[in-house]
């Protein structure tokens, strides 16, 4: 993540773990909307599709950097400024000491050495995450309720038993859905559980063929953006735009982030908000 020198170390540990790795694919992933802003750039402007691709990873960092203000949830609450503009430095200071050293020349290099870099990590971690059986996390997670089974049906690998060699051209991304049941277990040691993992899940952590994935990763980038969903016919309000997900989900509700940067907090329709969280409306606890 930091081969295109845009990344905060400090907003990727909070912004990944705490939206990606909890709330794989569902409408909370932060990782997620990206698709849908890549579905409206093929449809509206190719071009910025092939951009977006070519050095998303970059301008999205940047952005972040440069744009987000500090201790906000888009970057991290307990980030100061100077933090959140780390890299922000390390990029001018590459660029000062490139032109300081080769001139002009060093612009289509680093130019370049930044699209590669990005293309790369963007191509090997979408493919684990889009594909057309694991997009739906929500309904996944409606479906089941073992959180390593919703982890393995909401992301694909490669080469899960390969070890440091091989999957090293692959910034082993293939081992996704193993890392995303033990996040904190190096990579390098991933392919030594994951024998346990397919025991205990058998089925669900086949290796996939990478190219078919590719294919339908771009395909569905690809595709026409599916029209957003009508909101619940009732629902009973708990929260405000711009509540966190601990402050909502302590109340017993559903934090809704489907619409960017204004998330709202509520309980579901004919759930009841109780004491002790949410029942049917058939439950017979008091509401509050």
């Given at each position: ?173 293939n081992l996704q859905p193993a890392h995303h049941l033990f996040p904190a277990l190096h990579h390098s040691k991933l392919h030594l559980v994951t024998p346990l993992i397919r025991q205990h899940y058998p089925g669900l952590m086949d290796d996939q063929p990478l190219l078919p994935m590719v294919a339908a990763m771009f395909r569905i980038f690809t595709a026409d953006p599916a029209p957003p969903a009508p909101p619940p016919a ?55």
């Amino acid at each position: 993540m930091y081969l295109s020198l845009s990344n905060n170390p400090f907003r990727w540990m909070y912004v990944h773990l705490t939206s990606h790795h909890m709330q794989t694919n569902t409408a909370i992933d932060h990782d997620k909307r990206a698709v849908a802003d890549f579905q409206r750039w093929w449809r509206d402007n190719p071009l910025m599709w092939w951009v977006g691709t070519l050095v998303g990873v970059f301008l999205a960092g940047t952005r972040v950097t440069w744009l987000c203000a500090d201790h906000s949830t888009a970057t991290a609450p307990s980030m100061t400024l100077a933090e959140q503009l780390v890299p922000g430095v390390v990029s001018i200071a590459v660029l000062l000491l490139g032109l300081r050293c080769q001139g002009a020349r060093w612009l289509p290099r680093m130019l370049l050495t930044i699209g590669v870099a990005s293309l790369y990590a963007f191509v090997f971690f979408q493919v684990s995450h889009v594909q057309p059986e694991t997009l739906d996390g929500d309904g996944i997670r409606a479906a089941v309720d073992d959180w390593g089974e919703f982890q393995l049906r909401t992301t694909k690998g490669w080469g899960a038993t390969r070890g440091v060699l091989g999957c090293a051209p692959f910034l082993f991304l293939n081992l996704q859905p193993a890392h995303h049941l033990f996040p904190a277990l190096h990579h390098s040691k991933l392919h030594l559980v994951t024998p346990l993992i397919r025991q205990h899940y058998p089925g669900l952590m086949d290796d996939q063929p990478l190219l078919p994935m590719v294919a339908a990763m771009f395909r569905i980038f690809t595709a026409d953006p599916a029209p957003p969903a009508p909101p619940p016919a009732r629902r009973r309000e708990c929260g405000h735009a711009g509540i966190t997900v601990q402050a909502c989900e302590a109340r017993g509700c559903v934090f809704d982030a489907s619409v960017p940067h204004s998330p709202w907090c509520y309980s579901a329709p004919g759930a009841t908000r109780t004491r002790g969280g949410l029942v049917g409306a058939g439950g017979d606890a008091r509401e509050l």
